[in-house]
Nanobody, 123 residues
Framework: QVHLVESGGGSVQSGGSLRLSCEASGYGYSSAYFMGWFRQTPGKEREGVAAILRDGSPNYAYSVKDRFTISQDNAKNTLYLQMNSLKPEDTAMYYC????????????????WGQGTQVTVSS
């Protein structure tokens, strides 16, 4: 079983920053797993935000490119998402996910999910 726990969400004003963390644990987890960040707002489909690809490089949704940075600390089994220049449209529940295969921003394929952390950006 793999457990993913997100933290770091909150309420900020437009232009502000937040850093999300996702700590992975559990018998089945491996630091070789591929991980990503996803978000969802009520009534809308979940969307990919940022993910680590097979070669270790990051992949970002166009809407967050140059504002968000994904990183991973394998020693701590933790995935991060640094979010700068936040906009009201970034308001969503943010989830991290992990899978043995590199699905990138394709959220439908990820096997393991956290419970999410809420990010609210006010104008």
């Amino acid at each position: 079983q793999v457990h993913l726990v997100e933290s770091g969400g909150g309420s900020v004003q437009s232009g502000g920053s937040l850093r999300l963390s996702c700590e992975a644990s559990g018998y089945g987890y491996s630091s070789a797993y591929f991980m990503g960040w996803f978000r969802q707002t009520p009534g809308k489909e979940r969307e990919g935000v940022a993910a680590i690809l097979r070669d270790g490089s990051p992949n970002y949704a166009y809407s967050v490119k140059d504002r968000f940075t994904i990183s991973q600390d394998n020693a701590k089994n933790t995935l991060y998402l640094q979010m700068n220049s936040l906009k009201p449209e970034d308001t969503a529940m943010y989830y991290c996910a992990a899978d043995p295969l590199p699905y990138g921003l394709g959220w439908r394929f990820y096997k393991y999910w956290g419970q999410g952390t809420q990010v609210t950006v006010s104008s």
